[in-house]
């Protein structure tokens, strides 16, 4: 009778102690399950947030990449007129500036139209062989080794071609150059031949040439 009760007391513990442990079991995988889901939320919040940061850097940077881009804009724009006029001013002559969409004419030349590739007598710097690709920019950005016309400015006086200058204020591979030009006749390659200024004026050049 003992040994039956021993036995069944000890068949209850084990039982207990299953049970017990069964319930251990059962509440560190709630517990394990738990901690795995937070750290799953966790997990995904700081992502979500690397993901919100790391598009507001690219953002940033477009920003600025753009901002680098573009070279040239109103403000510049009015400081060369400002400047060109004062410097007419100075050398008693009147500039006036031109566009694609109002073309002035130089020595019959429209200005700056005229000396694109296709024009009436192509863009040439310093000697008529050497051709050179020239395009309008309303920002001064464009393609490379061309010449991102942003501003074009022509003065003729009242004796005809004996004294005609024409300037074109550009970007070139991201630097700023001012092209000017008195030629008053025709050329063996028709072309219209500038060249580089030796001052700088906002950024551009700008003298007479000289």
Partial sequence: ????VIYLATTALLTLGLAACSSGKQEQAKT???QKT???KKASHKKAEQKSSSSQSAKKQAETKNQQASVWDQSKSQQLTTFMTNWGYTMQQSYQAYSPQ????FMGIPIPTGIYPDGLAPLAINEPANKQ?????????GPK???NIVASY????????????????AFYNGKPVALVTNQNEANTEGTTVFKETARRQSGLCANRGR
Avoid: E, R
């Avoid at 009778?1 to 039956?4: A, G, P």
């Avoid at 109002?102 to 004419?105: A, F, H, Q």
């Fill in 1 to 4: 009778m003992k040994k039956q």
């Fill in 32 to 34: 394990s399950s738990s």
């Fill in 38 to 40: 937070s750290q799953v």
């Fill in 102 to 105: 109002n073309p002035g004419k």
């Fill in 133 to 141: 690709t020239a395009a309008w920019s309303n920002d001064g950005t």
């Fill in 145 to 147: 080794n061309t010449y």
């Fill in 154 to 169: 022509v003065y003729h006086n009242d004796l005809g071609a004996i004294d005609v200058y024409a300037y074109l204020f």
